[in-house]
């Protein structure tokens, strides 16, 4: 919120959905300290039924607070953290993501542009993919803006933040989508509460991990699949999905 005071500035709770990510919990982590600890009132992990050493990990930051989703999926994590935050803005980021020096400030100045402003999201850039792959890779978020532009309503998971009140109308996260879709699914229905801000300047570093795995062209193919599937039917096209770790 340009030129505000901090007294006069948003609370926002940083939370963080995670499934057997110890390996890469705790950069993510190390980028939380330099870059949002002491600007959000809270840091929260939702440890989504993991099996590996994730609460080991949050255990190592005294300033992050751990909460145990039994119910796997990214939905179910998603509502946990909503459920459990007491900020006023809700800002959603993944495990494998780095949030950079600015960004949480980008959120302050965002909604304190525009009362209306329902969600704000931005594009990622991914820090482990080679020049050429991270420019195809972001490459997409261009290619969509034309269908942002004609729909108003796209946002990325792993980068999105949203006012408490607009969650509560919006009645929480869809439960019942199981991985793909459910970023559409937020943009959609909180655009009816307000603008869905997607900023070419917030930017989230991220994993290329999916990208790796699966190929740019089939997770860019999913994606879109299951976006016309979200605006056009209400649902997602796609139930099932791989977990990358």
């Given at each position: 919120m340009s030129g505000a005071t901090d007294q006069h500035r948003p609370t926002?709770?940083?939370i963080i959905p995670a499934f057997n990510e110890e390996d890469y919990l705790p950069a993510c982590l190390d980028a939380v300290m330099a870059n949002v600890a002491g600007k959000a009132m809270e840091i929260i992990v939702v440890d989504n039924n993991s099996t590996d050493?994730?609460?080991?990990?949050?255990?190592?930051?005294?300033?992050?607070?751990?909460v145990f989703e039994a119910e796997k999926g990214i939905t179910r994590a998603r509502q946990r953290g909503f459920l459990t935050a007491t900020g006023d803005i809700l800002a959603y980021v993944d495990a494998d993501t780095h949030p950079p020096a600015g960004w949480i400030e980008q959120i302050w100045e965002e909604f304190g542009k525009r009362s209306d402003l329902a969600c704000l999201s931005g594009p990622y850039s991914f820090y482990d993919l080679s020049g050429l792959r991270n420019a195809i890779s972001s490459g997409w978020f261009v290619a969509a803006r034309p269908i942002y532009n004609m729909t108003g309503a796209m946002m990325v998971g792993g980068n999105f933040a949203i006012p408490r009140d607009v969650l509560e109308r919006m009645g929480g996260f869809d439960r019942t989508i199981e991985f793909y879709g459910e970023d559409v699914d937020i943009a959609k229905r909180a655009k009816q509460q307000g603008k869905v801000l997607f900023c070419p300047r917030f930017v989230m570093p991220t994993s290329g991990r999916r990208m790796k795995k699966q190929g740019f062209l089939k997770i860019a193919s999913i994606y879109f699949v299951n976006y016309f599937s979200i605006m056009l039917r209400g649902k997602p096209a796609t139930k099932g999905y791989k977990d990358i770790r």
């Amino acid at each position: 919120m340009s030129g505000a005071t901090d007294q006069h500035r948003p609370t926002i709770s940083l939370i963080i959905p995670a499934f057997n990510e110890e390996d890469y919990l705790p950069a993510c982590l190390d980028a939380v300290m330099a870059n949002v600890a002491g600007k959000a009132m809270e840091i929260i992990v939702v440890d989504n039924n993991s099996t590996d050493g994730t609460k080991a990990v949050v255990e190592r930051y005294p300033a992050v607070t751990y909460v145990f989703e039994a119910e796997k999926g990214i939905t179910r994590a998603r509502q946990r953290g909503f459920l459990t935050a007491t900020g006023d803005i809700l800002a959603y980021v993944d495990a494998d993501t780095h949030p950079p020096a600015g960004w949480i400030e980008q959120i302050w100045e965002e909604f304190g542009k525009r009362s209306d402003l329902a969600c704000l999201s931005g594009p990622y850039s991914f820090y482990d993919l080679s020049g050429l792959r991270n420019a195809i890779s972001s490459g997409w978020f261009v290619a969509a803006r034309p269908i942002y532009n004609m729909t108003g309503a796209m946002m990325v998971g792993g980068n999105f933040a949203i006012p408490r009140d607009v969650l509560e109308r919006m009645g929480g996260f869809d439960r019942t989508i199981e991985f793909y879709g459910e970023d559409v699914d937020i943009a959609k229905r909180a655009k009816q509460q307000g603008k869905v801000l997607f900023c070419p300047r917030f930017v989230m570093p991220t994993s290329g991990r999916r990208m790796k795995k699966q190929g740019f062209l089939k997770i860019a193919s999913i994606y879109f699949v299951n976006y016309f599937s979200i605006m056009l039917r209400g649902k997602p096209a796609t139930k099932g999905y791989k977990d990358i770790r």
